[in-house]
């Protein structure tokens, strides 16, 4: 969309407990890493009287930018899942002029707030096999106007020049699917929530918010062992659920938690399978995708072949923070996808 040269671009993600960025250029085909970092939020009990939660955000963003250096001033941002309304919609192939209007008339229907307090966009899909021809399938995504209103806060205060504001599970197609077509699904397991993205030749068809996430099982492990926090997510990156050979004595604690994550993963792959197009593999992301074991787990339960993501496959790393970088693994996944987005 954009035709930036040898620009970087600044994929930023502000989250419900941390701010995470990423820093790419771009010389020929190839992506180099620039500079990345994470700030965690301070918590309400952290914060003065007096002192909003968007003045936290803003001063978490500065720190951090200013901490790790950030040189460019043009930023992509993505939206939490948790704010966006995304569905796809069955609209009649109409002339490109008309296209709007219908589009609206089918979202006033499906969208639970006005849409003069939304932000709409959409995009047109490829059709699926057997489809009804007079009809057009349409990625409807809808934002609330004031969540869009404290991003154009964040980035009028710190003097920033926002490319775009999009999805998570866009940036996840840029980092993690690239020009793969197959059948995907892309978990990404947050830190108190996951999302199970349905990804279909390059494009999203699906989204859906779970409650569990990665600070739910290191709970859940803390109660187990009888430790504290800290080390429950040592024992999630050293052990997790590895020493579980055939997955049948998973510790009562942890079962409400998987259990929900595979319910839903069920619901969204069956979703997939009535539309004609079975799902071939699952890519797990987030910081919660540390879970030791938890591929095979989910491989074993719906005979799937899961990977956990890289989002450094396309990207030049110096060899300096080669280290600390895989360390995270996909935890910055979707930022590396919003700063790839000089390659649309």
């Known amino acids: 969309m954009f035709a930036f040269g040898k620009k970087n671009l600044v994929g930023l993600d502000i989250g419900t407990t941390s701010v995470k ?3 790419l250029s771009r010389t020929g085909g190839h992506f180099q890493l620039e500079t990345y970092g994470i700030a965690q939020i301070k918590a309400d009990t952290e914060v003065p009287d007096g002192v909003s939660p968007l003045d936290v955000t803003i001063t978490t963003v500065k720190e951090l930018f200013n901490r790790t250096k950030v040189k460019s001033k043009r930023i992509v941002a ?4 948790s704010t966006v ?4 919609i069955e609209v009649p192939k109409v002339k490109e002029s008309e296209q709007q209007k219908a589009i609206e008339f089918e979202a006033r229907k499906i969208i639970p707030i006005p849409l003069e307090d939304v932000t709409v966009s959409w995009n047109s899909l490829p059709p699926d096999q057997g489809t009804d021809s007079s009809k057009q399938s349409v990625l409807l995504t809808a934002v609330p106007n004031h969540v869009i209103s404290n991003y154009i806060t964040v980035f009028k205060a710190l003097g920033l020049s926002p490319q775009a504001i999009e999805v998570e599970a866009t940036a996840l197609i840029r980092s993690l699917i690239g020009q793969d077509t197959s059948t ?13 993205n349905l990804i279909d030749r390059g494009y999203l068809y699906f989204s859906k918010n779970i409650n569990v996430g990665g600070e739910t ?12 926090f800290v080390r429950a997510e ?8 590895s020493g579980l050979s055939d997955f049948k004595n998973i510790p009562a604690a942890l079962r409400p938690s998987l259990d929900l994550l595979k319910t839903e993963i069920e619901q969204v792959l069956n979703l ?7 799902v071939e593999k699952m890519i797990l992301t987030g910081g919660g995708a540390k879970l030791l074991g938890l591929d095979q787990y989910l491989t074993s339960s719906f005979n799937v072949p899961v990977t956990i993501g890289n989002p450094w496959a396309r990207v030049v790393v110096p060899k300096t923070v080669e280290p600390l970088v895989h360390e995270l693994g996909s935890g910055l996944a979707v930022c590396v ?5 000089q390659e649309d």
Do not use: C, H, W, Y
């Open 21 to 23: 960025v990423v820093e």
């Open 78 to 81: 993505s939206l939490p899942t």
């Open 85 to 88: 309304f995304v569905a796809v």
């Open 184 to 196: 995907a699904l892309v978990i990404d397991v947050g830190t108190k929530t996951s999302t199970v």
């Open 217 to 228: 099982i290191s709970k859940s492990v803390a109660q187990i062992l009888n430790v504290n």
């Open 234 to 241: 040592q024992f999630k990156k050293s052990l997790g659920l």
């Open 272 to 278: 997939s399978q009535g539309r004609g197009r079975s």
């Open 337 to 341: 996808g919003l700063a790839m987005r």
